[in-house]
């Protein structure tokens, strides 16, 4: 019976990756970070329900997990859109227009105060830290939920933001 | 034999070969290019010289250089690369005459393209398009024509077009460099460790092995190569002090976290040769006598963490991470782990937390070299130290200490941006004054502009005004002009630059940062962040200006770890010189550089408006109306986020920005 069971693939729910995730790191404290990178390379983010079940299989406080997930950048507690449009906020992209083009790429897309994602789910606009790409001043990367895809902008303006949201749009209608 | 079957240099010549992953040869790596060394066969000595020709110069004498790093990707470089690979056997060129490399460091020619053919010139083309490779590559290989070439990047062959193309070697952009750590960028394939070994690679790891530990280390006290990773500290040093604990675990640890924005030298050099940054990685763990390294690479910079990971594989492949390294009896591993990204994790004691599993920083003494990750002895390089160590122990003390300042001996890599022609990467000996590396080399800023202030160091570093410019570049000089040396990153800017908005940028992005163990950090830079916001939207008194000098004072002194430390440098530096500029935000209520929102305008000039409606369109705010009754537009002031995009593309130029 048991034999059995385990022929049956277990649904994976965020609770159910974590379980795998703290096994695989053998449930080591010190893996912390490298569980909560695995389990958000496969969701976009940190869904609640791994973070309990982490918690739980290393024996820690959650706010221990929490701090550490609110701490480092790379994680997001929210899910995201189909598409991240992150804007370097590094110094040579903010000297040529960087800022502006954040307020205007929020704008231009109705991102309500206080949240990052459109209402329809498609983008999220995120600052970023530099890329290292200064040269291309200023600087947009636009990823996809999963990490998967991801592509650099260099030169960017608001007519070129424009641009990029429609070769996401059709990007995503063709996909669909 | 090579991945794909093929004989290369790391295979052996013959049978009479006896080196093994088992019983390694002493002579492994110089046998890769001079050998054989312990059999004498002509044929095998020619196999190998015959392949590191065609390592060097590619088949017949034909090469297709394209830059694959992200920047020149970003810029296009992929799709040259294909551009190239589609016709390159039209033109009757050997399809793997094409290669790719790392980058340059000449950021702004990308993409490029260095073209050679066997009695030619190499010619170095500069922001090649994918519509124009065809044409290029016709008019170099089938017409022997040059022109049209940024640069001729070598001095044999003849072409025709030479004379109105310049030799890259007269050119101040590369003349006034040293490529002593930087010089296999944009030239070695950096996926490739056969490359490496072609060009001299790992020929400082063999010779590190064949001395003991402190010889290693005498020979880097020689050198007096101090750290580049922001703080300076005599590398020699910090490795003594670990080599002399007890313990019998030790660590090495290459910091390739590089956070500073604007600096990305660690990025590019790692990404065009990352076997020199781990060859350094296994010379100290040998001098500090570790048996583990890491290598600890910003996530944000995939690339980066992506070759270093394929160095690794590959060196431990051949044997040279392993057990019994080079058959010197000496064991060593490497493991690359992905910072997940926070710009305090730079700082040594919170890398080594980060690596741990944990956050935030801790009180240093005791110092890493002391008491580092899980508690032993650790020594934290950064990425160009460790760079630097590999190429002098390849070429003795003295081709280092050749250059630099009686305090600050060789070279160091600054990443030149804003508002200068020729954004880049540049290598330069130590003490090389900054107006040469602005002026001359990045070439200053652009027509009609004026030169206002160079930033270096980063977040930690400060504003150097333009008439200070001919401050030369060491630890010393620049702290006394209010700056730092920091990792090396330089941000050029003009007259279009805000003084004020650039330090409350720095504060804004460190209070961000700031871990919050501390409170003097903490506390203190958010109060330094609104006092500059509230200047900045026009609500200063002259009473803030003290405050800013007193709070970032406490912020300096009494913060726990460097980057509360250094925290205030861009508000004190700014302050120091340029306080008019505060006093104009603060007195006059006017941003004389245009930059700070709220104390400008966007209006339309109703005597220019032909009322086409092309603003209105395009406004994300729909702050712009027609009034009926003239049929010009106009700009709510309350809706206007001020984004400049009405400016930019108003056909008649009607609309105008005051200050
Ligand atoms: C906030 C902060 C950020 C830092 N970031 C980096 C970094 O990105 N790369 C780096 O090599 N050193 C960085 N450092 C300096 C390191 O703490 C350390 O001094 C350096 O890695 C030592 O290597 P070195 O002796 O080879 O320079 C940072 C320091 C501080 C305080
Ligand atoms: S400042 Fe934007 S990429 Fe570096």
Not at chain 2, 112 to 135: F, I, R
Not at chain 2, 311 to 332: M, P, Y
Not at chain 2, 359 to 374: D, E, K, S
Request: with cysteine.
């Amino acid at each position: 019976m048991a034999q059995l069971l385990k022929l049956i693939p277990r649904e994976t729910t965020p609770g159910a990756l974590a379980h795998d995730v703290a096994a695989k790191y053998g449930r080591e404290r010190r893996y912390l970070i490298r569980m909560l990178q695995e389990i958000q390379s496969t969701y976009g983010y940190l869904p609640q329900e791994a973070l309990r079940v982490i918690a739980n299989e290393l024996r820690i406080p959650l706010t221990e997990v929490l701090t550490v997930a609110t701490f480092y950048h790379q994680f997001r507690l929210e899910k995201p859109g189909e598409f991240i449009i992150m804007l370097c906020m590094g110094t040579a992209c903010h000297l040529r227009g960087n800022a502006a083009n954040y307020e205007f790429l929020r704008t231009y897309l109705g991102i309500k105060p206080g949240r990052s994602t459109t209402s329809d789910g498609v983008f999220s606009v995120e600052k970023a830290r530099c890329f290292g790409c200064c040269s291309l001043a200023p600087v947009v990367m636009v990823v996809s939920r999963d990490g998967s895809y991801r592509k650099l902008y260099g030169g960017v303006t608001p007519a070129k933001l424009r641009r990029i949201i429609a070769e996401h749009r059709a990007k995503l209608a063709k996909k669909r | 034999m090579g991945d794909d079957g093929s004989w290369n240099l790391m295979s052996r010549c013959c049978g009479k070969c006896w080196h093994s992953l088992e019983y390694p040869c002493r002579n492994y790596i110089r046998c890769r290019t001079e050998g054989p060394l312990c059999h004498d066969d002509q044929r095998c000595r020619t196999l190998r010289s015959e392949r590191v020709r065609y390592i060097k110069e590619g088949p017949n004498g034909y090469r297709i250089k394209v830059p694959l790093a992200s920047c020149s990707i970003a810029a296009g470089a992929k799709e040259v690369l294909d551009a190239v690979k589609e016709v390159v056997e039209s033109l009757g060129i050997p399809s793997d005459a094409v290669k790719t490399v790392g980058c340059t460091g000449l950021c702004y020619l990308d993409p490029w393209l260095e073209l050679k053919a066997p009695g030619m010139p190499a010619a170095l083309y500069g922001n090649v398009k994918p519509a124009e490779v065809e044409g290029i590559l016709k008019k170099y290989f089938i017409e022997n024509d040059v022109s049209g070439a940024y640069a001729i990047s070598e001095r044999t062959g003849k072409a025709r077009g030479e004379g109105d193309v310049p030799t890259l070697s007269e050119l101040d952009v590369w003349r006034l460099q040293v490529r002593y750590v930087s010089r296999n960028c944009g030239v070695v394939n950096p996926e490739s460790i056969e490359d490496y070994i072609a060009y001299g690679g790992y020929r400082g790891l063999d010779r590190a092995l064949r001395m003991s530990p402190e010889e290693v280390i005498e020979e880097v006290k020689k050198s007096g190569l101090r750290g580049r990773g922001g703080a300076g500290f005599p590398t020699w040093l910090k490795w003594r002090i670990c080599r002399n604990q007890p313990s019998k675990e030790k660590y090495v640890i290459v910091n390739a976290d590089e956070g500073d924005p604007g600096a990305f030298m660690n990025r590019l050099l790692a990404e065009s040769d990352p076997h020199r940054v781990l060859e350094g990685l296994i010379i100290a763990g040998y001098a500090v006598g570790a048996t583990k390294g890491f290598i600890f690479v910003r996530a944000e910079k995939p690339l980066m963490a992506e070759r270093l990971q394929k160095a690794v594989e590959e060196a431990r492949k051949h044997g040279i991470l392993g057990k019994n390294i080079l058959g010197r009896g000496f064991d060593f591993d490497v493991e690359v782990i992905l910072s997940a990204g926070a710009f305090v994790c730079g700082e040594e004691t919170a890398l080594i937390a980060a690596i741990e599993g944990r956050a935030t920083p801790r009180q240093r003494p005791p110092y890493p070299a002391v008491v580092g990750l899980w508690g032993k002895p650790t020594v934290i390089n950064n990425v160009e130290t460790l760079a630097h160590v590999a190429t002098l122990m390849a070429e003795g003390w003295e081709s280092f200490a050749a250059y630099g300042t009686e305090r600050s001996k060789g070279t160091k890599m600054f990443c030149v941006t804003g508002a200068v022609k020729r954004t880049g990467a540049y290598e330069v000996p130590i003490g090389t004054t900054l107006r040469t590396l602005v002026e001359k080399i990045a070439g200053g800023v652009k027509e009609g502009r004026k030169l206002k202030a160079v930033q270096i160091g980063g977040p930690s570093g400060g504003c150097v005004p333009a008439h200070l410019l001919d401050t030369p570049i060491d630890y010393e000089s620049l702290r006394d002009a209010g700056a730092i040396m920091g990792s090396g990153g330089i941000v050029v800017m003009d007259d279009t630059a805000c003084m004020v908005d650039v330090a409350r940028y720095f504060t804004s992005f460190i209070v961000a940062e700031s871990c919050g163990k501390c409170f003097p950090c903490r506390i203190g830079t958010k109060i330094l962040y609104d006092t500059l916001t509230k200047i900045t939207e026009g609500k200063g008194t002259l009473e803030d200006l003290e405050i800013l000098e007193s709070v970032g004072r406490v912020v300096r002194d009494a913060s726990l770890c460097a980057l509360g430390g250094t925290a205030p440098n861009p508000v004190l530096s700014t302050l120091r010189h340029f306080r008019d500029e505060y006093l104009a935000h603060i007195i006059d209520k006017k941003c004389p550089a245009g930059v700070c929102t709220k104390l400008l305008k966007y209006r339309i000039n109703p005597d220019k408006c032909v009322g086409c409606g092309t603003c209105a369109k395009h406004c994300p705010a729909g702050a712009i109306s027609k009034d009926e009754k003239s049929g010009k537009y106009v700009i709510d002031q309350e809706k206007c986020v001020k984004c400049g995009t009405c400016v930019t593309i108003c056909p008649v130029n009607a609309v105008v920005k005051e200050v």
